[in-house]
């Protein structure tokens, strides 16, 4: 089973598990096709994180995040004139971009241990038809473009891939990128690793230098995915896994691991899975790890506590004390608006993938390689000119991203996440609550209506934003709690892109995708 926030990407990977192949090259034909599929949100040009669990064994992690070039400090920055970092254009392509070299050592690992033998231009295939011939637009990268093209039309090589005629394209037009599909064709041919040390990493740092990025031949050929043993949280219900720092994995096991807590102290006639009683608890859980969050989480050789010390019962049970059943605490401002995609698949044996991939902004730095095609990230706009908490040369940057993952005690094993900047830990609470604690189906529990505390894609408000979908009892139970209530549309894209499958101990299959997102979820 695999699913994603596109169609296409579930179906590529579908493909690849048919003809034989395992979990780990699904999820390299899923994520190629999906960068080419859903540009807005994702890119080669970006970062990505694994979380691969084989049967009988401990859970493994990838991080395949890229750091910051050596030509990046902030007396450049100064120097140009600027006084914070830039979101968009040249100086904001600063951090290497991993995804690839991600796809490279999970791949190498697959053919380790599982005993992968699909040719990498098998894996790459479907990407490249459809960048060559076109894809559909979606409703979403139509409106997106919409939304940005005055913010990113004079960024180098944005409107000569993404408007059409000078003008945003409509939902259905055919979308191509041949640049793209030549691009792919030559990792196919040369290997994944050319990307990096190979005549494509020598185009791209010229392209880079061309458009006033920091990044350099070196930078590029210095980086390489890194394995990462999970955090894990000891939850009554099993053990959840996700990505240790620079990424927000420890926020999503925190709030769960209050869940846990809070959710007991609960009266069973106040919890419902729409009910103001388990919001409150969730945005209230969620408000403590994001000040933990905001404290604490940066490139982990630069942390001041290990990041298993805020998952542990003393930490949890003094959080999840703080929070105040019949009140609201005072919130701040959240980290902003991220642009990514979450996928997962499990295959016959066991082997679970959940992958996420992003290249943070909507259409990240907005520059475009005119000789690859390849539109890079952002990531690097996290950092600060502060001296206090500032840009480093060689440092990577805080992450939204993370890919989650349990073994319950049950015998199910569940991977899911979602896409959406300080929505993806709201909304992996959402799902695993709605899943575990309440019962639900995977599809359930992705399509009941769902909140977003605080700011993500397409929002500049802190507010606590709900879909209309929820009662107004819910509505007015949690304004009466304190709370700034914002009410959105019944499925709101804030709210991101979520998805889920359960490999339950028989052996049977459940999965669910976001009817918010163009994605589905393809079993075999």
Request: charged residues 15%; hydrophobic residues 45%; aromatic residues 6%.
């Amino acid at each position: 089973m695999a699913v994603a926030p596109h169609a296409l990407a579930s179906q590529s990977a579908l493909a690849i598990l048919r003809e034989g192949g395992n979990a780990v090259e699904a999820m390299i034909a899923a994520a190629a096709t999906i960068a080419v599929a859903y540009p807005h949100m994702n890119s080669i040009g970006g970062d990505s994180f694994w979380l691969i669990a084989r049967p009988n064994e401990a859970p493994r992690g990838l991080e395949a995040c890229g750091a910051a070039a050596e030509a990046a400090s902030i007396e450049r920055y100064r120097e140009a004139g600027l006084a914070t970092m830039p979101f968009r254009g040249g100086m904001a392509a600063n951090t290497v971009a991993g995804t690839v070299s991600g796809w490279h050592a999970a791949r190498t690992w697959s053919r380790e241990a599982l005993g992968g033998r699909m040719p990498l231009s098998r894996l790459l295939a479907d990407a490249i038809g459809y960048a060559r011939h076109g894809v559909p637009v979606t409703h979403s990268q139509a409106a997106c473009v919409a939304a940005r093209a005055h913010e990113l039309t004079g960024i180098a090589g944005f409107a000569e891939t993404f408007l059409a005629g000078g003008v945003p394209p409509l939902a259905g037009a055919r979308f191509c990128q041949p640049r793209l599909a030549a691009t792919l064709e030559q990792l196919a041919e040369a290997g994944l690793d050319d990307f990096y040390r190979g005549d494509l990493a020598r185009t791209i740092a010229q392209d880079l230098a061309a458009v006033g990025s920091p990044l350099s031949l070196q930078d590029l050929a210095e980086h390489r995915a890194v394995w990462k043993a999970p955090l894990v949280l000891a939850h009554s219900r099993g053990r959840v896994y996700n990505m240790p720092p620079p990424t927000q994995g420890l926020v999503s096991l925190q709030i769960l691991g209050q869940l846990d807590r809070l959710l007991d102290l609960l009266p069973a006639s106040a919890m419902a899975s729409t009910g103001a009683p388990y919001v409150h608890a969730c945005v209230e859980a969620t408000k403590q790890a994001f000040l933990a969050r905001d404290r604490h989480i940066t490139d982990p050789a630069y942390m001041d506590v290990d990041p298993r010390e805020l998952l542990a019962p003393a930490w949890l049970d003094a959080a999840a004390a703080r929070v105040q059943t019949d009140q609201a605490l005072p919130w701040g401002e959240g980290m902003g608006p991220a642009d990514t995609v979450w996928m997962g698949v499990v295959d016959a044996e066991g082997v679970a993938v959940s992958f996420i991939q992003s290249i943070y902004h909507e259409f990240g730095s907005g520059v475009v390689l005119p000789a690859s095609g390849i539109n890079w990230q952002n990531r690097g706009c996290s950092f600060s000119l502060d001296p206090a908490a500032p840009l480093m040369p060689g440092r990577k940057p805080f992450h939204t991203l993370n890919p989650a993952l349990a073994r319950l005690a049950d015998g199910r094993t569940l991977v899911y996440g979602n896409m959406g900047g300080d929505g993806q830990p709201q909304s992996q609470s959402a799902v695993f609550s709605r899943i575990v604690h309440f019962g639900m189906n995977p599809q359930a529990a992705i399509d009941a209506p769902r909140w977003l505390l605080g700011r993500t894609w397409g929002q500049t408000t802190d507010t606590l934003k709900l879909e209309s979908r929820f009662p107004q009892a819910t509505c007015d139970g949690l304004r009466a709690l304190g709370h700034e209530v914002e009410v959105l549309q019944p499925y709101d894209e804030t709210m991101g892109h979520a998805g889920a499958i359960v490999l339950h101990p028989n052996g049977l299959y459940e999965g669910g995708a976001d009817p918010r997102s163009d994605g589905a979820v393809a079993a075999w």
